[in-house]
């Protein structure tokens, strides 16, 4: 079975953005709690991300759940990684994991917005 | 449609059999909980495969019938 044409276009936007959220909505004006949350842990983080609304394009809507085996959006991926939804996200950030993940991956923390 | 407390307890337990589970109407609307699973099962997994044992236990439903679950898992009790 050939792999769905839009995972090419999600592996592409995932390689050319180091922090890339997948949300409904934009980041200024998101249209769900769970991707509004996400985005205002990486706002007090002060981490530039690039923020794709799947609300406009079903492809990437239906494609990026089979893409990550995961099943709802928010997705957060980071240097190509994977690393979950709102609330994992939310919970790594109260523990301090996700600073730290971010530090690691060499991700500046700098310029909160 | 909203889902009962009860199916989704009901669910996860079939998938992960021994675990924990804990379920809150955060709405009182039937379609927004929170659910706490704990189970031996997760031990060693990351995060990420540890939701996913839950969403797979829910066989489909989550980001379908079943809006919003806000997740959280652990291994044993803290």
């Known amino acids: 079975m050939s792999e769905p044409e839009v995972f090419e276009r999600i592996r592409d936007e995932i390689g050319k953005n180091d922090v890339l959220l997948f949300m409904k909505g934009t980041p200024v004006f998101p249209q769900c709690g769970f991707s509004a949350a996400v985005v205002?842990?990486?706002?007090?983080?002060?981490v530039k991300f690039h923020g794709i609304n799947i609300l406009v394009d079903?492809?990437?809507?239906?494609?990026?759940?089979?893409?990550?085996?995961?099943?709802?959006?928010?997705?957060?991926?980071?240097?190509g990684e994977f690393v979950g939804g709102c609330d994992i996200v939310r919970e790594m950030f109260e523990?301090?994991?996700?600073?730290?993940?971010?530090k690691e991956k060499g991700v500046s923390l700098a310029d909160a917005a | 449609m909203p889902m009962q407390a009860d199916d989704i307890i009901r669910l996860i337990k079939e998938g992960i059999p021994g675990a924990e589970v804990e379920i809150q109407d955060l709405a009182g609307?039937?379609?927004?909980?929170?659910?706490?699973?704990?189970?031996s099962a997760f031990a060693g997994k990351s995060k990420i495969q540890q939701h996913q044992m839950v969403y797979g236990a829910l066989g489909g439903r989550m980001g379908g019938v079943l809006h919003a679950l806000k997740l959280t898992t652990m291994a044993q009790r803290p």
């Open chain 1, 40 to 46: 205002d842990v990486l706002s007090q983080l002060g």
């Open chain 1, 58 to 79: 079903p492809d990437l809507r239906e494609g990026i759940k089979e893409f990550s085996q995961w099943p709802t959006i928010p997705q957060l991926y980071v240097k």
């Open chain 1, 95 to 102: 523990t301090g994991e996700l600073e730290q993940m971010f």
């Open chain 2, 29 to 39: 609307d039937g379609d927004h909980y929170a659910a706490t699973v704990i189970s």
